[in-house]
């Protein structure tokens, strides 16, 4: 059996820094509007009839 290349690559790599992109975020108010962004959605998607569906 051979071993890729690329998987002992992986293994004698470290884990990587975390990205300079990340936001520090207060749970609370990421929680609330990650809610309201899914109940929106949920909304839209099952609850309201649809034209394209002949409004079922």
Do not use: F, H
Not at 10 to 36: D, G, H, K, L
């Amino acid at each position: 059996m051979t071993v890729d290349k690329n998987e002992n690559e992986n293994e004698n790599n470290s884990v990587p820094e975390p990205s300079a992109r990340i936001i520090e975020q207060n749970i609370t108010s990421e929680m609330r509007t990650s809610y309201v962004d899914y109940a929106m959605s949920v909304i839209t998607g099952r609850a309201l009839p649809d034209v394209r569906d002949g409004l079922k």
